[in-house]
Every structure is written in structure tokens, then in C-alpha cells.
């Protein structure tokens, strides 16, 4: 997969179902991952970190399709 390089590319990738950017507020950005992906780095379907740097790190590293195994 091509190597998401902006908060754009997130937005657009097939595995993301939904970002919330709350860095307005305090609160970071917040990465939702469709049902079949998720992030192997946190154990979760979901990214949440305080800049778009750290999320991209997840995304191109920890982001992974689920298998039969995983137990979510």
C-alpha cells in the first residue's frame, strides 16, 4: 500500500471509516478504522493520537487487515 504522507491521505484511505480532528480542543486526532482493519500497535479500531505525524506513523506501520484469529 502507498505510504499515507498528510492528514488527507488518511481521510481518504479505504481502511478509515472516520476522522475526528479535535486538536481545536485539546482533545488530538482520532482515527476510526473500518470493521476489517485494525491496529495492531494499540490492539484497537482506532487511532488517537495528539498530531498528524503520530497517526500517519500508526497508519503506515500498525494498520492491518483482521484475520479469523483476532479476537475483537
Request: aromatic share 8%.
Amino acid at each position: 500500500m502507498k505510504k499515507l504522507r498528510t492528514l488527507t491521505d488518511i481521510r481518504k484511505d479505504p481502511r478509515v471509516k472516520e476522522v475526528s480532528d479535535e486538536r481545536g480542543s485539546g482533545e488530538g486526532i482520532w482515527v476510526y478504522l473500518t470493521n476489517e482493519y485494525f491496529n495492531d500497535f494499540l490492539d484497537s479500531g482506532k487511532i488517537h493520537e495528539e498530531t498528524v505525524s503520530e497517526c500517519l506513523e500508526q497508519m503506515n506501520r500498525d494498520v492491518r487487515k483482521r484475520t479469523p484469529l483476532d479476537n475483537f
